[in-house]
């Protein structure tokens, strides 16, 4: 058959019915002396039908041969579009290392044959193996390089990579670029007629992260509307998006009838096991969220099943695509060695936790009975109470760690952007960390170089927290005498508006082996076990350090030697501060700003306060009359806003307020004392005092017309720190 034959025998059964389509290109392929451009093309036209079947595995096994032999073939742009379908096929069952392999080779084709127009394409691509895997910082990067060449590209190119772009903007809480994303593939692209299912799949997500309740109810319609008719990637993705969102908002009715097309889906292609293994562990999601154990196990034993229809598979093509086979069967060996020392990570990590809640709370009991009997010793009481205070400390800091982790794993946690000082936050770091070394004997040092900014746009708790859980490894594990240095630098700023610091913590401590180095950002891990070792943590620190700072777009390099010490090096970038003044710190600001935070902000100072819980209430009294202060509490909100209307000019000089209290909670008390008739409840300063905790718990504050954010347990400190950046607040504003 010549080609001529071959491009009207293909436009002929166009028309036919789909295995007729393919009993042709099966033909056209069995000819051995098919020259390469009928057989290239025959190759995509026979694969492409069973990848719109969604039956992406036999897709990909009817290119492997090409695959194996491309380097014969003369070029044809049919070349790159195989190569492209077995990277998205592959990537529809999951295997994105594999799937980005056949993109890289389709990209080198493009760049040898100098096909500028496909560049966009290829990045693309890669970008979406990526976001698969959500590793969203190279998935930009990619979407970046696209971006740059769709000068050279189409229409449908440009509505993708900025559909595509939007979901990585979603990701990582930058909703407005999302958003102007999401318009720029609709507006100047033309998105929703060219890719009206991605552009529903998409803004199911965008509006459902935005709360737009209306657009996100439109699109998650128009998508159950069209499943039927959409192709089986897209089938895929649209399914995933619509049992996350569903599942997030415990609509668990839409979450069944989900489940019951994804199950129908897998009644018609029962060999994609890929496939089927997403589809169970989308189940065993929703099993797990519901408490339903027994659906747990099904789905387990239905995933087990899949597995052995996978490694069923690879054997019987080992003889002929060998090296397909030990790559796949290395990173299935690589999967099970993950989940053997994840499993076992996790058991070493309960059995840590049992350790160290069990250590602080045996204390707390058995010091509180030693008090019993030793109320007329005042030096023992005095002793006994510091050793509560530093149990209990710790007992909360190993709940905050459990927390944090669980906000991070679920894809919640988000930045609190606000102006900020950086000298103060170095400060109250130093404050911390200063005893915990001198408690030990080391030596502990803060230098500034050349830093020239410190009026800056960022996250100060979650800034803090990567600061103080580095800084507070290095004491755990640094010996006496040692010593402990943080280094602190602005490098030359690469963006307009915004400036580049480094943050080096360097020990003289026990140090790391390379391969616990490797491995010191992974949950779980500690270097000792407490069982046998003093040094406790829940091993969840690094883990979340590490995804503060990939939060805040930044990173984190270690460098380690075992009875050496460790170097560890933080680069992080942030918004300069227009409202604030530039001028350079050095270290001896560092001193004075410490010696002024020992100076009692709360000496003086009368509270009106909103707590409902009278053991808390008579705590919070208590603490405040400790450093001087005075306050009167209220049981809840309404009470609040109802005695406020009659306070006095300097009568108080701020007000506490709880969030979660009966009859009227504090966001609404807030909101009804900016609005009151009594003028002073414009400019009084409102401090929530809560139990909750994480960034959305602070944005709400604010968002209510708050001024700060404590959490609880109240700590004195802590509430300084915030009434003095109140203070400075107010003074600045007088000044301007």
């Known amino acids: 058959m010549d080609h001529n034959t071959f491009l009207q025998e293909k436009e002929r059964v166009a028309g036919l019915s789909v295995q007729e389509q393919k009993d042709f290109f099966a033909r056209v392929l069995e000819e051995e002396q098919a020259e390469s451009a009928i057989r290239l093309q025959a190759y995509f036209g026979y694969a492409v039908l069973f990848y719109y079947e969604g039956n992406f595995r036999r897709a990909r096994e009817i290119l492997e041969p090409f695959a194996f032999s491309y380097q014969s073939y003369e070029y044809i742009p049919e070349m790159i579009s195989c190569f492209n379908l077995m990277g998205v096929a592959s990537q529809c069952e999951g295997e994105y290392v594999l799937s980005r392999y056949f993109y890289n080779l389709a ?6 044959q100098k096909e500028t127009h496909y560049l966009a394409y290829e990045y693309n691509n890669i970008s979406l193996t990526y976001i698969a895997e959500q590793n969203y910082e190279t998935a930009l990067q990619y979407i970046q390089k696209a971006e740059a060449c769709l000068s050279e590209s189409d229409e449908k190119m440009g509505a993708y990579i900025y559909l595509n772009k939007s979901d990585i903007y979603r990701y990582f809480g930058r909703l407005e670029e999302a958003v102007e994303a999401y318009e720029t593939s609709i507006r100047e692209y033309n998105g929703r007629e060219i890719l009206p299912d991605d552009t529903l799949i998409c803004g199911i997500s965008l509006f459902h992260s935005l709360g737009d309740q209306e657009k996100y109810a439109a699109c998650m319609q128009k998508v159950l509307d069209q499943l039927g008719d959409m192709y089986a990637s897209e089938f895929i993705d649209a399914c995933k998006m619509v049992f996350e969102c569903s599942l997030q908002d415990e609509n668990y009715e839409l979450v069944d009838t989900i489940i019951e097309k994804m199950d129908d889906y897998m009644q018609l292609h029962p060999g994609e096991n890929k496939v089927g293994l997403r589809v169970e562990e989308v189940k065993y999601i929703y099993a797990k969220k519901i408490g339903d154990r027994d659906a747990m196990l099904a789905a387990m034993e239905k995933k087990n099943y899949y597995y052995s229809q996978i490694v069923s598979r690879l054997e019987k093509q080992r003889t002929t695509t060998m090296d397909e086979y030990l790559e796949i069967n290395r990173h299935l060996q690589e999967a099970v060695q993950n989940a053997i020392q994840a499993n076992h990570a996790k058991s070493r990590f309960l059995a840590n936790m049992s350790h160290d809640i069990r250590t602080p709370m045996n204390a707390i009991v058995g010091i509180t009975s030693l008090m019993e009997h030793s109320l007329h010793d005042p030096e023992k009481l005095e002793n006994y109470l510091s050793k509560i205070q530093l149990s209990s400390r710790h007992m909360l800091g190993l709940v905050n760690d459990l927390l944090d982790m669980n906000k991070i794993e679920n894809g919640a946690a988000c930045l609190n952007l606000e102006p900020v000082k950086l000298l103060e936050q170095i400060a109250q770091v130093d404050d911390i960390i200063s005893p915990q070394a001198a408690e030990k004997n080391q030596k502990f040092e803060i230098h500034c170089l050349h830093v020239e900014h410190e009026n800056l746009i960022l996250d100060a708790t979650r800034f803090c927290q990567v600061l103080l859980n580095v800084l507070s490894n290095s004491v755990k594990y640094t010996p006496a005498g040692g010593s402990i240095r943080l280094d602190i630098e602005e490098m030359p700023g690469k ?18 082996d390379q391969e616990l180095v490797q491995h010191i950002f992974d949950p779980f891990i500690r270097g000792e076990d407490s069982v046998v070792n003093k040094i406790q943590g829940t091993g969840l620190g690094m883990a979340i350090t590490k995804n503060i700072v990939d939060l805040m777009e930044g990173s984190i390099e270690v460098e380690s030697q075992i009875n050496r010490g460790s170097r560890i090096t933080i680069l992080l970038e942030f918004a300069l501060d227009p409202a604030g003044d530039t001028h350079s710190m050095a270290d001896g600001q560092i001193s004075s700003e410490k010696k ?8 003086g100072m009368r509270f009106l306060c909103a707590e409902d819980n009278e053991l808390n209430a008579e705590i919070l009294t208590a603490m405040l009359e400790i450093a001087g202060a005075s306050c ?12 406020f209307e009659t306070v006095k000019e300097g009568e108080y000089d701020a007000i506490l307020m709880d969030v979660q209290m009966p009859n009227m909670n504090g966001y609404e008390a807030t909101r009804r004392i900016r609005s009151s008739k009594n003028t002073l409840g414009q400019t009084i300063p409102i401090i929530a005092m809560t139990a909750n905790a994480f960034a959305d718990d602070v944005k709400n504050s604010f968002a209510a017309g708050m001024n700060a954010h404590v959490s609880k347990p109240i700590d ?21």
């Open 107 to 112: 990209l080198r084709i493009v760049e040898e």
């Open 495 to 512: 963006k307009t508006n915004r400036a580049e610091y480094s943050f080096t913590v360097t020990d003289t401590g026990i140090g790391m």
């Open 596 to 603: 002024e935070m020992t100076e009692s902000a709360l000496q």
């Open 632 to 643: 009167i509490v209220y049981p809840d909100g309404e009470h609040i806003v109802r005695v």
């Open 716 to 736: 004195l400190v802590v509430l300084e720190r915030a009434i003095r950046r109140l203070v400075k607040q107010k003074n600045t504003e007088r000044q301007i």
